[in-house]
T-cell receptor, first 115, second 118 residues
């Protein structure tokens, strides 16, 4: 079955520290991969996406993610976290084989930033 | 560009009443719209996919008679929660995408609607 796993439900980092949020997926083939951020009471904003090509993708707000096919992972990273990065982060996958546009989301990781 | 709005942002209703939530694509034509439900501290659960001019496709376990979806135009989809009960209280998020013949047509999310049923 298709699934997305974000192993870390809650992460706390100090401002200025580096960040890595993990995402693993189970899929029949390499899907489209996404990271979204959600601030409290808000909708989702796309941080970055991977479709093909370079496995290290750059996104907005200084985020990047690396696709590792052998590990079925798409971890999100940021070298230096800002207090404004505190939010909920979702990894998602979409099927290449059909163009329904349906996304499967992970459970989300809550990021807390300490001053 | 690619802005999706939802109205209302918050709604409180009495048990047994119906509530309509609107989802609009403001600067593009949304051939497909999606409705999600999000419980506190939980992921987004896809409820249904709606295509303009046709019936919505509901995900398994979602009651189509309770959650009525209409996609009457290329810029508007509505979700009506009929005979709402406290267990329907949730955060409802829509997304919209435009078919542009690409390998993948990105979907854009609305800000969400907080429904509270008393």
């Amino acid at each position: 079955a298709q699934s997305v796993t974000q192993p870390d439900i809650h992460i706390t980092v100090s401002e200025g520290a580096s960040l890595e949020l993990r995402c693993n997926y189970s899929y029949g083939a390499t899907p489209y991969l996404f990271w979204y951020v959600q601030s409290p009471g808000q909708g989702l904003q796309l941080l970055l996406k991977y479709f093909s090509g370079d496995t290290l993708v750059q996104g907005i707000k200084g985020f990047e993610a690396e696709f590792k096919r052998s590990q079925s992972s798409f971890n999100l990273r940021k070298p230096s976290v800002h207090w404004s990065d505190a939010a909920e982060y979702f990894c998602a996958v979409g099927a290449r084989s059909s163009n329904t546009g349906k996304l499967i989301f992970g459970q989300g990781t809550t990021l807390q930033v300490k001053p | 560009g690619a802005v999706v709005s939802q109205h209302p942002s918050r709604v409180i209703c009495k048990s047994g009443t119906s509530v309509k939530i609107e989802c609009r694509s403001l600067d593009f034509q949304a051939t497909t719209m999606f409705w999600y439900r999000q419980f506190p501290k939980k992921s987004l659960m896809l409820m249904a996919t709606s295509n303009e001019g046709s019936k919505a496709t509901y995900e398994q376990g979602v009651e189509k008679d309770k959650f009525l979806i209409n996609h009457a135009s290329l810029t508007l989809s509505t979700l009506t929660v009929t005979s709402a009960h406290p267990e329907d209280s949730s955060f409802y998020i829509c997304s919209a995408r435009e078919e542009r013949g690409l390998d993948y047509n990105e979907q854009f999310f609305g800000p969400g609607t907080r429904l509270t049923v008393l």
